[in-house]
């Protein structure tokens, strides 16, 4: 096909956005415009093209431009791939790729955290989560298990990038999210807007003065804002004092906490129920 390029200069500046820009750098990449992020596996690519987000060039593997890829492709003919053998993409990427097939886009401007929860009435908030792979599963298991939307402080790991979006198989691209605005005090003023958006606050935390998590009382509420904190420290001693209940899952065998991501999953599936 016309639009397919045998990569033979590894210094091409058209391919700095998959060999030398680092994920900062590409979400920086066009300020104050939205940047770029890139999107790896036929599967997240296209959760990606369905939600509408706009490609600029495609990095596959020989093998797969016959392969999985191929239908992808096909519907955007003037769109530039460049295509090696798995080794030299490799070298070129400096990482395995998964199913052979990476994708550069176009960032979006993100909505108001008001936006994400008008029509709401279960969402999970993230308080710094810094991890990729833990931001990507907690993304996957909001999406299967009954959240409407998904918050991020600003300290947390970005879902758009490379590992985040593959780990959540495409799902970041599936549910509503967004930041706290950057001029936001958290958690003062997000639990404010919270509390003035209708929802109530529940906090994962390892406390005594907890509720259990199958409450009666959790599963009557309307709207329930479901808060997960960063990995290690869990939440802020401030965070769980804002929040109107405090929530720690019941464990056996001495095991004294669970992983956040799956932690998240247990918290989704029991809270995303509503008794109204």
């Known amino acids: ?129 810094v991890n990729p792979t833990n931001i990507g599963a907690i993304f996957r298991s909001a999406a299967a298990l009954h959240m409407d939307g998904v918050l991020l402080t ?34 003062k003023d997000g639990m404010e807007l919270l509390e003035k958006l209708g929802f109530k606050t529940v906090a994962m935390a390892l406390r005594d003065d907890s509720v259990s998590i199958d409450d009666p009382r959790l599963l009557a509420k309307e709207k329930l804002a479901i808060i997960l904190g960063t990995e290690g420290d869990g939440l802020a001693n401030e965070t769980i004092a804002d929040c109107d209940y405090t929530v720690k899952i019941p464990m056996s065998h001495d095991v004294d906490s669970l992983n956040v991501a799956a932690a998240s999953a247990v918290a989704f599936w029991e809270l995303g129920k509503r008794n109204l």
């Open 154 to 187: 600003g300290g947390c790991c970005d879902p758009l990038y490379r590992r985040a979006a593959r780990v959540s198989m495409g799902t970041v691209f599936q549910i509503p999210w967004t930041y706290f605005h950057k001029k936001m005090e958290w958690p």
């Open 1 to 129: 096909m016309k639009n397919w390029i045998e990569i033979k200069n590894f210094e091409a500046p058209e391919l700095n956005i998959y060999a030398r820009l680092s994920e900062v750098q590409l979400l920086r990449y066009k300020e104050p415009e939205p940047g770029l992020f890139i999107a790896e596996s036929p599967k997240v690519i296209q959760r990606a093209l369905t939600a509408g987000y706009e490609p600029i060039s495609f990095l596959v593997e020989h093998k797969d431009l016959e392969g999985e890829a191929r239908e992808i492709l096909e519907q955007f003919p003037e769109i530039p791939v460049y295509t090696a053998e798995y080794e030299v993409l490799v070298r070129l990427t400096g990482f395995a790729l998964t199913r052979g097939m990476l994708c550069a886009m176009k960032r979006r401007c993100l909505p108001s955290a008001e936006e994400i929860c008008k029509d709401a009435h279960r969402i999970a908030v993230m308080e710094n989560v």
